[in-house]
């Protein structure tokens, strides 16, 4: 059975607080939110604990966790070769949405690693995620909170509704602000190296690191290249209806879609339009709005896909946005949820 319960971020209670901690120090999953996206946490540093997570997502145990910690310094008893670029990032960006990739030390088990000689590490902002780390004593290991290849949870009633029974805790903490998960960065390389764009983008990056590349295999599909980070390699983001990004032209776009959403009324099919808020009275069909800004449009990607599931859309039609700042971050999840199928228009 789930101890599930609410808790205010802003006025945290502390009992309850102590309930989940004692559940990760003894072994146990929680479901706790940070600020990019619901995480399932257990003992980063206990081998049984970090099945348990594979287990609950039904993730395939090649695909390394994050781990989370509550005290920049505990990145030492985790990872070696914490280089000057790794103290800058952690100096101006922790605690925050970015993940960053060094060697391990041997006492992270190669399940948490996923068999690999690195670790990725982040100190999260959200103060209920900080104090439950903080009080449970241990560092937590936490993907994402969803069934492996569905979209991120980033609310209550997703992360309840998809993980129930599935996990020993869950604390509900109010929406994600971020919505995208972190922004994953290889620090072991000659280059820094971002292996999953996210909320601190490449522009933040580049101001304190200068040259920063983007690994290669997540700017498009290609089956000669394999992405570094493990997780970008598998079906991600997935809704139940199949997703197509139109891009072109704001107008061609517009038109395109009108078409598309008619062409698919004629085959009898349900068909969802996922666009920025501007647009919402420009479309037919079961249209929702992303939101006024790329930032809104984070917030919202997984939340509104999941939304799409559950009026029982066939397929979705989404306008494309600005590969840049958050925009990279929206931009990849949504390839992805589109498994690379993009029209032009
Ligand atoms: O925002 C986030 O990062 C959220 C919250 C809960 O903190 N967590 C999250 O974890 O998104 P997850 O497991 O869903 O995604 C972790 C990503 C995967 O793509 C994984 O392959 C990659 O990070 N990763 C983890 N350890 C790695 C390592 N040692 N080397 C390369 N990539 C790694
Ligand atoms: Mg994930």
Known sequence: KTLVCKIDKDNIDIKKIKEFAHILRNGGTVIFPTETVYGLGANALDEEASKKIYEAKGRPSDNPLIVHIADKEDINKLATNINERAKKVIDRFWPGPITIVLKKKDIVPSTTSGGLDTVAVRMPSHPIALRLIKESGVVVAAPSANISGRPSPTDEENVLEEMNGRVDGIIL????????????????????????????????????????????????????????APGMKYTHYSPKASVYIVSGEKDNVINKINSLVNDGKERGQKIGVMCINENISKYKGEVIGLGEDLNEVAFNLFKVLREMDKRNVDVIYSETFENNGIGQAVMNRLTKAAGYKIIQA
């Open 173 to 228: 903490g109010g929406d994600c602000n971020v919505g995208l998960e972190s922004t994953v960065l290889d620090l072991t390389g000659d280059i820094p190296m971002i292996l999953r764009p996210g909320g601190v983008t490449l522009e933040d990056l580049n101001e304190v690191l200068g040259n920063v590349i983007i690994d290669p295999a997540i700017l498009k599909k290609n089956k000669n290249i394999v992405a570094k």
